[in-house]
């Protein structure tokens, strides 16, 4: 069993950057990023390899966004730059015990975290 703690999301103007954290209790292979608007299905945003050495990310969130991992302290973060409006969601942290090639498929993962409020003012 892992266990997900998110830091605090925040409220940012457009342009501006926004840092999140995710402190797992347990053991993760491949850890993600999702989040989810009002309205919309949870969408992918970023994911990172167990060791850290393959990211992936959405086409909107390329180039701006920027996933990494402290494997010695369990936390994975997501730095967001140039952020919009269109980034307003709730984001969610997300990991699995086990190995899997699979990357941008939200059932690919099983644990989640409580998710975090991100609002992007234009």
């Known amino acids: 069993q892992v266990h997900l703690v998110e830091s605090e999301g925040g409220t940012v103007q457009a342009g501006g950057s926004l840092r999140v954290s995710c402190a797992a209790s347990?053991?993760?292979?491949?850890m993600a990023w999702f989040r989810q608007a009002p309205g919309k299905e949870r969408e992918f945003v970023a994911a990172?390899?167990?060791?850290?050495?393959?990211?992936y990310y959405a086409d909107s969130v390329e180039g701006r966004f920027t996933i990494s991992r402290d494997n010695a302290k369990n936390t994975v973060y997501l730095q967001m730059n140039s952020l919009r409006p269109e980034d307003t969601a709730v984001y969610y942290c997300?990991?699995?015990?086990?190995?899997?090639?699979?990357?941008?498929?939200?059932?690919?993962?099983?644990?989640w975290g409580q998710g975090t409020q991100v609002a992007v003012s234009s």
């Open positions: 997300a990991t699995r015990d086990y190995y899997s090639g699979t990357y941008a498929k939200a059932t690919s993962y099983r644990y």
């Open positions: 347990g053991r993760t292979y491949a």
């Open positions: 990172i390899t167990w060791n850290g050495g393959s990211t």
